[in-house]
């Protein structure tokens, strides 16, 4: 009885004792820890990632990208080019056209910043673009960043100065670029130009004569061979630095410039009498830089008569402008065949315009200049004008436009 219990308590004590023993817990970690490194390199051997390194971000050469390849000896040996071969090259090659635009929109180092973004494979590029250029032109201009394998996806405004443009590559292991265009508070210098052509200003000793003498940005004059005063004023305008231009009369004249008909073209003049009249013009206005028609519809529909014209003004090493008095006129496809400079007028300022208003039509041809590049206009001479001239200036200039001679507009 007493073996038996002797039994009991002994088969007891072995069954505590092996609870309380300790577990393998060890083996258990590494079998673990060795599925999870199997698995991650499952998933490498399936995903073969190119990670894309910023580098020199803000340096003088703005590298955008070097895209390094960190497989080493991950990848098979194969006869074929690596995946990502080439991309260092393609983003190189995108890197220096866009860097290029960046410097025709006048950014510097700090206008631009550029981050890779690893969750949505893509460079993102922001840049805070200088103001005096209308938005679709920015756009327009970057692009023509696109170079292959990049081309332009996708372009989206927020507003009229908050812009993103998607660039992608058709090689698919290619990063996109994402470049996203601000107005910045700076402004371009010189991105437009505006030549203002003063028509027939008169030698009066007057504050407003001197007004136009003096202004100290470029202005051309355009002066009457009839007036009395012409050459002397032709003379002063250029000790002052300002341009001097012919205004020619041509047939028909309205009413009240009947003074001027002697030194007037008209279409039945022989060959040998239109040149006689323009030379007796240019010697009464001297050191003459261009010609521009005053009125004349009818000559200026005259092949003849504009061909004699624009032939005496080649002579002369003169540029040609020109009013839209007549929608036959064959003055922009004569200019065009006897490779003269030349440019249409697209706007005109008149003597009764009060301040503000030439003060507004100015601001209306300064967005054409902004659109396009450049504007030419004419403007009758009043104090009103030159005014309202002399108070836009500094806003002209901080939009980027810049005053200029009409010879340098139609070169």
Request: hydrophobic share 40%.
């Amino acid at each position: 009885m007493a073996d038996k219990k002797r039994k009991k308590n002994g088969s007891d004590n072995g069954s505590a004792s092996e609870k309380k023993s300790p577990q393998p817990i060890l083996p258990l970690l590494i079998l673990t820890l060795a599925a999870l490194l199997l698995a991650a390199a499952a998933v490498l051997f399936l995903h073969k990632p190119t990670r894309y390194k910023i580098v020199s971000m803000m340096s003088k050469t703005k590298h955008i990208i070097e895209i390094i390849n960190e497989e080493g000896d991950q990848t098979p040996e194969t006869n074929d080019a690596p995946p990502n071969a080439g991309s260092s090259d393609a983003a190189v090659r995108f890197q220096n056209v866009l860097a290029a635009k960046f410097a025709e929109l006048e950014l510097r180092d700090a206008d631009y910043s550029i981050q890779y973004l690893p969750r949505d494979s893509a460079i993102e590029i922001k840049a805070a673009v200088p103001r005096g250029r209308p938005m679709e032109w920015v756009i327009w201009n970057l692009s023509n960043a696109r170079t292959a394998p990049y081309r332009v996806e996708d372009c989206v405004c927020a507003s009229e100065a908050n812009c993103a443009m998607t660039f992608r590559s058709s090689n698919a292991k290619h990063p996109k670029a994402v470049v996203r265009i601000q107005q910045s508070n700076r402004y371009m210098s010189n991105t437009a130009k505006m030549a203002i052509l003063v028509e027939n200003l008169g030698f009066e000793t007057n504050e407003t004569t001197t007004a136009y003498l003096s202004f100290p940005e470029p202005l051309t004059i355009a002066l009457l061979p009839a007036d009395k005063f012409s050459a002397r004023t032709a003379q002063i305008a250029e000790e002052n630095k300002k341009e001097v231009a012919l205004l020619l009369p041509m047939e028909p004249l309205p009413q009240q410039y009947d003074k001027y008909k002697r030194s007037m073209v008209m279409i039945h003049y022989s060959d040998d009498n239109i040149r006689g009249i323009i030379s007796q013009a240019a010697a009464a206005v001297p050191n003459l830089s261009g010609v521009c028609n005053f009125h004349g519809a009818k000559v200026m529909e005259d092949s003849r008569a504009m061909g004699i014209i624009l032939s005496e003004t080649n002579r002369r090493k003169a540029y040609f402008v020109y009013t839209d008095i007549s929608k036959k006129s064959v003055a922009p496809q004569l200019t065009k065949s006897m490779k003269i400079p030349n440019a249409p007028i697209q706007g005109s300022i008149d003597a009764a315009a009060t301040t503000e208003q030439a003060r507004e039509k100015l601001r209306r041809y300064a967005v054409t200049a902004e659109k396009t590049g450049k504007v030419l206009i004419k403007a009758q001479p009043s104090a009103a004008f030159i005014k309202a001239l002399k108070d836009e200036t500094e806003p002209l200039r901080k939009n980027g436009i810049k005053l200029v001679y009409v010879s340098e507009l139609v070169k």
